[in-house]
């Protein structure tokens, strides 16, 4: 708790250096808390709605200004995008620049891109960051983890590029560019500065796969550079993966290629309690931030009332944060801390048997 | 009175009775004794030292090895063919540890090994040492990794400066025969589950192949279960409930995740034995080393874990089918951990690896 007080102190001192990076444009300037802001919200299936209303009324209780533009998945392919996600949603998204997301399942079928992709390549989200952080109250085996891991979302071994060259033999091709590298450490790096995070570490196998990692840390060498207060170092993955479990406080911000950044994302979300706790936003060009809840939409507890909000709570937060409505986003942020540190209100999956209307009312309660 | 004393006696006998378990040893052939050449390349950092305490140690155990040593560091360019030769002639080879240069020019030399040797299984045997503490229990997990293919094959290109391509190649024949070493491995050793790792979500063709060789052999162990896990949630699985899974068949990459995962929730890399074998050869060395074979503190304080190779080379006498050895040097450590008063620097203790490797030959029988 004491190192969460001094990362705030950090960042409000942090706050006086405006960001001169021009790669990320932080589009409007979101400082006047009167203005309201607009955003797209795509509730998602199964327990998505349920979670979503908790989020639109904990928003409500803080003040919070933003109006929702909801949007449904359709129940049809639009032939404009090849996918269930309408054109219309799409648009709101690029024209509101914020957008938070509910579970989507993707129907089994063929003919149309998956939701998830969909979103990824329409609106350009190179970068997915996670923050990971001990729960205070829910006990798991670790108690320190403190870390954001920052993962590039476009490229790298899930470009989808397979092919089978004679029978039983396969290749897949996994691509580097300089480009979207550069984009993502850049991204890093501008986090860690406005955030006030001390270290960056880029997350490798350099010394297997020497072109194609070697481009990515050459790429992250070249943003350090910018940034001397800003300490930078290389871990090699299969160390960083045995020091996450033995030792998590070691690491502060993590920058990955796309599949290293899957499973170490995973792996810190397991550290933490699961994907049921962890918040997760994507970037996109322009400064489009979409964030949403990682878990799946959990058929079987649908319209019970049961689901756990957290993980899409949490994740609104880091979209408040990215608005710079930081006194906002730490006012929820921690009455949901202070809500599950007390234990008196827990949704089934915590070990806990309220509701998520009376757990969304604690929460209020505690703003 | 009679009774009395008679009783006192027999709770004596009772209390100081030590269970004989005799060993069911089996029945060697005439001149098995014969001591056996290994080939030993020390390597790099804490390689020499580490390397150093098995041949004490087996030196203070009479042994029937004895050790052809070869001098390979982690710069050169190749692998000295003699070394090779060796290794082709003895069969069995114990490797201290090669640190592989960052920045590119050089091949891996461990690479090149397995390559050259065709050792295309790699074993990490990651369990909880009693007396070790651990945040997770009941962690008692074997990682087979497949070591020859999919995205170590090396094979990458600059497409236009900027843009690089790295290729990653499964084929039938490796998926088909580590799966089946999997599976041979689990039947040897009463091991109930063999879970495949895998991301065929995104990479269908690639691990698809995979998982549909695992499926076609495990269609041939009906009394073994089999399933399948994605490696993200394999790995969020690991740190949380790491009790369910018992032997693991994975590709190249993530079996290098895996491994290192298992190991480090395990204990640490500093004491877990693997080893990787092919058709013909095998070469046992520390099953997870992370990163610490270059450690420069680690090398000048004389602080490296001998446990790992220790256990290594317990595993390779009995790969040579010295199984009293073997159990005699398991026995051994795993006294020494379990009293705990001589651990070194990953264990949390103070020692250097001088004094542990005395223990261990203390607790010898």
């Known amino acids: 708790m004491a190192t969460q007080l001094l990362r705030r102190v950090t960042q409000i001192l942090s706050h006086g250096n405006p960001n001169p990076s021009s790669h990320i444009s932080v589009a409007r300037p979101f400082s006047s808390a009167t203005e309201t802001i607009r955003a797209t919200l795509f509730p998602g299936d199964g327990i998505g709605p349920e979670i979503a209303e908790s989020v639109k009324q904990v928003f409500k209780t803080a003040d919070v200004p933003i109006e929702w533009e909801e949007h449904y998945v359709g129940d049809q392919v639009d032939p404009r995008t090849q996918s269930f996600l309408t054109w219309e949603s799409l648009e709101s998204v690029r024209r509101n620049r914020v957008g938070l997301k509910g579970p989507m399942a993707t129907p089994i079928g063929k003919g149309h891109r998956s939701l998830n992709l969909t979103l990824r390549k329409e609106l350009n989200l190179y970068a997915n960051v996670r923050p990971c952080y001990s729960l205070p109250g829910y006990k798991t085996r670790y108690d320190d983890v403190n870390l954001i891991t920052i993962r590039e979302n476009t490229e790298g071994e899930y470009s989808g590029l397979e092919h089978q060259v004679v029978r039983g033999v396969v290749e897949s091709l996994k691509i580097i560019t300089r480009q979207a590298s550069l984009r993502v450490a850049e991204y890093a790096f501008h986090y860690a500065k406005t955030h006030g995070r001390e270290r960056v570490s880029a997350i490798h196998k350099a010394n297997i796969m020497q072109k194609t990692d070697g481009l990515f840390l050459k790429c992250c060498r070249e943003v350090a550079e910018k940034y001397p207060e800003i300490t930078y170092e290389e871990v090699v993955i299969d160390n960083c993966c045995m020091m996450l479990v033995k030792n998590p406080a070691l690491f502060d911000v993590l920058v990955m290629p796309n599949l290293y950044g899957d499973i170490i994302s995973d792996l810190c979300a397991g550290l933490i309690g699961g994907l049921g706790l962890t918040p997760s936003c994507n970037i996109g060009e322009g400064g489009i931030a979409l964030a949403e809840a990682v878990h799946g939409s959990a058929p079987d507890i649908a319209g019970k009332n049961m689901a756990n909000p957290t993980a899409l709570l949490l994740s609104s937060v880091s979209m408040l944060r990215h608005l710079n409505l930081h006194d906002k986003a730490d006012r929820i942020q921690d009455a949901i801390l202070n809500t599950i540190a007390e234990g008196k209100y827990r949704t089934a999956d915590l070990g806990g048997t309220s509701t998520t209307t009376d757990f969304t009312k604690a929460i209020c309660d505690h703003l | ?365």
């Open chain 2, 1 to 365: 009175m009679s009774a009395s004393r008679r009783s006192v006696s027999l709770l004596k006998t009772l209390l100081t009775h030590k269970t004989q378990t005799r060993a069911v040893t089996y029945m060697p052939r005439p001149g098995d004794g014969a001591p056996r050449p290994i080939t030993l390349i020390p390597g790099d950092g804490i390689g020499p030292l580490v390397t150093n305490a098995v041949e004490q140690v087996m030196e203070a155990m009479h042994a029937p090895v004895y050790f052809e040593k070869y001098e390979v560091y982690g710069d050169m360019k190749w692998m000295p063919q003699e070394v090779i030769d060796s290794i082709k002639k003895n069969k069995v080879c114990l490797k201290g540890g090669l640190r592989t240069p960052m920045g590119g020019g050089v091949n891996s030399l461990n690479v090149q090994l397995r390559r050259e040797l065709d050792l295309y299984a790699s074993l990490v045997d990651c369990c909880n040492l009693p007396g070790l503490p651990t945040r997770h229990e009941n962690v008692d997990i074997v990682v087979i990794r497949e070591n020859t293919e999919g995205e170590y094959s090396g094979l990458e290109h600059e497409v236009v400066p900027g843009v690089v391509e790295s290729l990653k190649v499964i084929t039938k024949f490796c998926s088909e025969r580590i799966a089946k070493y999997a599976f041979e491995y689990a039947y040897l050793n009463n091991r109930k589950k063999v879970t495949a790792v895998h991301k065929a979500n995104i990479m269908k063709l690639a691990d698809g192949l995979f998982l549909e060789s695992c499926r076609h052999v495990a269609a041939k162990y009906p009394t073994i279960t089999y399933n399948e896990i994605i490696v993200d949630n394999c790995c969020m699985q690991l740190v949380s409930k790491p009790e369910q899974f018992d032997v693991m068949v994975t590709p190249n990459l993530y079996g290098n995740l895996v491994a290192n995962t298992a190991a480090g929730i395990a204990g640490g890399t500093g004491v877990m034995p693997g080893g990787n074998v092919g058709a013909e050869h095998a070469v046992f060395e520390q099953g997870a080393s992370a990163g610490n074979v270059g450690k420069e503190k680690m090398v000048e304080q004389k602080t490296a874990n001998p446990v790992a190779l220790l256990l290594s080379s317990a595993m390779m006498l009995r790969h040579l089918q010295f199984p009293s050895f073997a159990d005699r040097l398991e026995n051994a450590v795993k006294n020494v951990i379990l009293e705990g008063k001589y651990r070194t620097k990953d264990l949390s203790g103070e020692n250097t690896t001088q004094e542990v490797v005395d223990a261990v030959i203390a607790k010898i029988d």
